[in-house]
């Protein structure tokens, strides 16, 4: 089997996060498609470093994790800070920037 | 160079339709928490991937990191907002939805047929020489010393996300907190006194007082403000007549 | 080259009174006219001086300079502001002090009842020191600075009285045609630069001997340009009628001695150049030629006494600019016919301004006439002017333009005969039309009404008059006795002077009795028209095609409106306009697409983060496709 499958693989799972993000309604759906992105980004680090050779991929994806969980902790909390003015988790409604 | 063998090929087209087929699934269903679980279960055959590929350190940080702290992290936060909640299947934006899949079709499309046309100039060689010491070992021989940097770094980034999801969730009040005196002024100053004493606690004295048992108002009734409303949705209050006395022995013994 | 450092004072007398009448202010009233007189009188005490010291030196050190500081130093561009005082510019300079000092008496007097006078003076002495820096500067550039100066003077003083609209215009005309000769010098100058490298008079001379016939002849036009300007010369001459509307004395001093002899010092200043460039003096003697004839004709039909000397004026520039045109034979007799012109010229218009003085301001010959029994000192120093202009001998007029009449036909061949002609037609016209003068004003039988009481000038007036009438007389006869003044004048006009022919074709006798014939014929015709006849009140309506043309100064106001104001004015709208709608429209336009630019983009503002997110997706689908594209 060709090592670059699992690449197909990361782009399918990009692909549906990238729609999910525009998709979706609910805050918290939108930032778990967010975390799908990611995990396909770290899927391709991590083919790479096997076809590569070496582990730099390995390092890579495991800073990319670390930076996604200090984002998901951040963002969380703003999403509960909105909920807590708004009583709504749907980010449609917070469209005061419009012109 | 690296030959992949056969448990390794069996495992990738099991796991990965599924994982394509969960990620799928998160994106359609309408229950958020439902997208949650499904995300969880890529997460995990995402892990399967790392380990199959010899990045062993990393499939297991990502079971523990990922699916156990971040998607846990998830599901409260999506129980503190309501799991309830469902989105509506209606777009209010008109056209979004045919762009967003338009262009990420044609995302998608794209980045496989580059992919397919890449050549990287050498074949794929397997990290039997990296791992030669132990996956970790190698990490660590990496991060020590050509990546201590950005190490430094991220930790600090850790240090200030805890720091501002602190500073997010606190709740200055704005004015002072109502002392029982106060509270009970207002309990009382309402329109009507029916909840002037707060409200009855679940459970019949003496003989159940589990949540699931409603209060007995003094006429004998059970009172459903009692029980929770999710237990109550659920049907889960428990009938109070099983709890009632039989007769009872109305006769006055003397103590002697 | 001899060194002085007395030149710079008489430019800075006349100046420093200015500067000091125009910051004084209001403070200076009661004295500013005696500083002023007392500044030009110096001025001219100074030109004594030096007329003294250069009689005591010889001849080939009689020329001095004076550098005051060095003005430019550009690399190839040296030009020093220097003064040079020589035969020919010690003329000028006490021609300048000398009747300017004369001037300033007389507008003591003139200008009594004038609140202003004080302004007045303060710009005649700016003029005199501008005018002296004209004749005194060394190079073409330093005489500019004098030139633009003179015309600035003149300017402010013919709008003196600028309450009046008319007299406003009348400046500014005067202004912008002085203006077209100004450039003329510009190009004169640049061109002698750019072919010459050289723009100071002793290095012009010396590069001429080596540079082509066309710089030369360049720059000769140019420099005629800028005569014509200055002296209200065909084709620029419509501003000089106009000019009148200045006090007398201004027309006096400016108009007819001193600033409009400018173009004519001008050209014989650089004679090395014509003398180098026939083609040039050739359009000089065209030029000289039809001024003399265009302004006797219009002279003949003014009845407004100082238009009429202005003609005059004109037409006897032209004989100047014809003598100048004439080559190194006629430079001398020009000079000459310049200073005898600057006595009596000047001296009838400083009568002009006592009749007026004496019949409350009225101008119209018209309404004057038997002037001679009221006014018989005004009528004596008029007269002797009017017998100097028309060539009677012993009086100033008949050596100077007979010289030039005589030149014109020594000049040989059919130029000559043409030239010669037309010089005597035009002495025949000028005797007619200033016998008119005299006798309208003076002899014919009164027509004035009783409200007017004509009177005797006071002394500061008349006294001028009378010694500028001694002038007139005596003038001539001293400068042509034994060719004096041609003498004293040679060594400037360097060898090109020495080596003109003795050619006579026609003997002075000759030329002599033609002139007085033609002089004879004029005067009888207006006698008989004007003396022995009924002269009418008010002028005729129903005059002859030519009256009504001459009338009309010959159409030049005309011509001057329907070729170049009127295309002016319309190209000056067109321009406008363009500046509005093309311009402007663009720079509105500019504004209008930035906010229509704006406020389309504003729509993509529609504040879902979920429309951020798809546009953010698109980009990112571009970025893909050109990566794919790219990499094909």
């Known amino acids: ?99 | 160079m690296l030959t992949i063998q056969t448990p390794e090929t069996i495992l990738f087209w099991v796991l990965a339709p599924l994982s394509v087929l969960a990620a799928l699934g998160m994106l359609l269903v309408k229950k958020a928490v439902h997208s949650a679980l499904l995300l969880a279960f890529v997460m995990i055959t995402l892990a399967i991937f790392y380990i199959a590929q010899d990045a062993l350190f990393l499939g297991i940080v990502q079971i523990v990191v990922y699916t156990g702290a971040v998607m846990m992290l998830f599901l409260f936060i999506l129980m503190l907002v309501g799991v309830d909640a469902s989105d509506s299947l209606t777009e209010t934006i008109r056209g979004l939805r045919p762009i967003a899949i338009t262009a990420a079709i044609g995302f998608g499309g794209l980045m496989i047929s580059l992919i397919a046309r890449a050549k990287l100039g050498h074949g794929a060689f397997g990290l039997a020489e990296a791992n030669k010491d132990g996956n970790v070992q190698g990490l660590a021989k990496l991060l020590f010393s050509d990546y201590v940097f950005p190490f430094e770094v991220i930790s600090a980034l850790l240090i200030t996300a805890a720091l501002g999801a602190m500073v997010l969730a606190h709740h200055q009040r704005t004015s002072a907190k109502p002392t029982q005196r106060e509270q009970s002024i207002a309990r009382f100053r309402q329109g009507t006194l029916g909840t002037a004493a707060g409200l009855p606690s679940p459970g019949v004295f003496a003989r159940h007082n589990a949540v699931d048992v409603p209060a007995l108002l003094p006429d004998g009734t059970p009172a459903p403000n009692s029980i929770s409303a999710t237990l109550k949705a659920r049907g889960d209050i428990l009938e109070t007549s099983q709890f009632e006395l039989g007769e009872v022995d109305k006769t006055v013994k003397e103590e002697k | 080259m001899v060194t002085s450092n007395s030149l710079v004072y008489l430019i800075a007398l006349p100046l420093l009174g200015a500067t000091i009448l125009l910051l004084a202010g209001r403070r200076a009233d009661k004295w500013g006219h005696l500083l002023a007189t007392l500044m030009s009188a110096s001025s001219f005490a100074v030109g004594l001086y030096q007329l003294s010291a250069m009689l005591g030196r010889s001849n080939e050190e009689r020329a001095i300079s004076q550098k005051l500081f060095s003005w430019i130093n550009v690399a190839s561009f040296q030009v020093d502001a220097g003064l040079l005082l020589d035969q020919l510019s010690i003329c000028f300079v006490l021609l300048i002090t000398g009747v300017g000092t004369l001037i300033h008496v007389y507008s003591i007097s003139y200008m009594a009842h004038d609140e202003n006078r004080r302004r007045f003076f303060a710009y005649l002495n700016l003029f005199v020191a501008a005018m002296l820096l004209l004749v005194l500067g060394d190079s073409y550039l330093n005489l500019y600075v004098g030139w633009e100066g003179v015309g600035l003077a003149s300017y402010l003083l013919i709008g003196f009285w600028n309450q009046k609209p008319a007299y406003a215009t009348a400046s500014k005309k005067a202004f912008v045609m002085n203006r077209i000769g100004d450039m003329g010098l510009s190009f004169a100058i640049m061109i002698a630069f750019a072919t010459l490298g050289t723009v100071s008079f002793v290095g012009v001379k010396e590069a001429s001997h080596s540079a082509s016939q066309t710089a030369l002849t360049a720059i000769g036009i140019m420099l005629l340009v800028a005569a014509t300007g200055k002296s209200a010369q065909f084709p620029l001459q419509a501003w000089l009628g106009d000019a009148m509307a200045g006090p007398t004395p201004v027309s006096a001093l400016i108009h007819a001695a001193t600033m409009v002899t400018a173009g004519v010092y001008l050209i014989v200043r650089s004679n090395f150049i014509f003398d180098a460039a026939p083609t040039a003096q050739l359009l000089v003697v065209i030029v000289g030629a039809i001024t003399l004839l265009f302004g006797a004709l219009v002279g003949t039909a003014k009845d407004d006494i100082k238009k009429a000397l202005a003609a005059s004026t004109m037409s006897q520039i032209g004989y100047m600019v014809l003598g100048a045109g004439l080559g190194p034979a006629g430079y001398a007799f020009a000079i000459m016919h310049l200073l005898t012109h600057g006595f009596f010229k000047a001296g009838m218009f400083l009568g002009a301004g006592s009749v007026m003085h004496g019949m409350n301001d009225t101008v119209d010959m018209r309404k004057y006439g038997a002037l001679r029994k009221f006014m018989p000192i005004t009528f004596v120093t008029f007269g002797l002017g009017y017998l100097a202009i028309i060539g009677v001998p012993p009086f100033a007029g008949f050596y100077s333009k007979d010289l030039i009449i005589e030149t014109a036909f020594n000049a040989g061949g059919a130029k000559g005969i043409i030239l010669g002609g037309a010089a005597l037609l035009g002495a025949a016209i000028t005797a007619f039309y200033m016998s008119r003068v005299m006798i309208l004003t003076f002899t014919s039988p009164q027509r004035w009404d009783n409200d007017v009481h004509p009177h005797e000038s006071p002394i500061l007036m008349w006294l001028p008059m009378a010694i500028l009438a001694i002038g007139s007389v005596t003038s001539g006869f001293l400068f042509a006795r034994g060719d004096a003044l041609a003498q004293w004048l040679q060594p400037v006009f360097g060898e090109h002077g020495a080596e003109h022919s003795e050619v006579h074709l026609l003997s002075p006798i000759v030329v002599s009795a033609m002139a007085l014939v033609a002089v004879a014929i004029g005067v009888a015709i207006a006698v008989i028209k004007y003396q022995l006849s009924e002269v009418a009140a008010t002028a005729p309506e129903n005059v002859s095609i030519f009256t009504r043309i001459a009338r009309k100064d010959l159409l030049q106001d005309s011509f001057n409106e329907a070729v170049f104001m009127r295309p002016g004015q319309a190209l000056t709208r067109v321009l406008v306009k363009g500046d509005d709608v093309v311009i402007d429209g663009a720079v509105r336009g500019i504004g209008r697409t930035a906010l229509g630019a704006g406020s389309a983009l504003r729509t993509s503002q529609t504040g879902f983060a979920r429309s951020y997110a798809a546009l953010i997706l698109i980009g990112a689908v571009a970025l893909i496709a050109g990566i794919w594209v790219v990499t094909q």
Do not use: H, W
Not at chain 1, 22 to 43: D, G, H, K, Q
């Open chain 1, 1 to 99: 089997m060709n090592p670059y499958n699992y690449l197909y693989v990361a782009g399918l799972l990009f692909t549906i996060g990238a729609i999910g993000v525009v998709v979706r309604r609910n805050a918290i759906v939108v930032f778990m498609c967010i975390e799908l992105m990611l995990n396909a980004a770290n899927l391709t680090l991590v083919t790479f470093a096997r076809i590569n050779g070496t582990l730099e991929g390995q390092v890579t994806a495991f800073f990319t994790m670390v930076v996604a969980a200090c984002e998901v902790v951040v963002g969380l909390a703003i999403i509960v800070t909105i909920y807590r003015s708004r009583r709504s988790a749907s980010i449609d409604d917070a469209s005061l920037l419009k012109r």
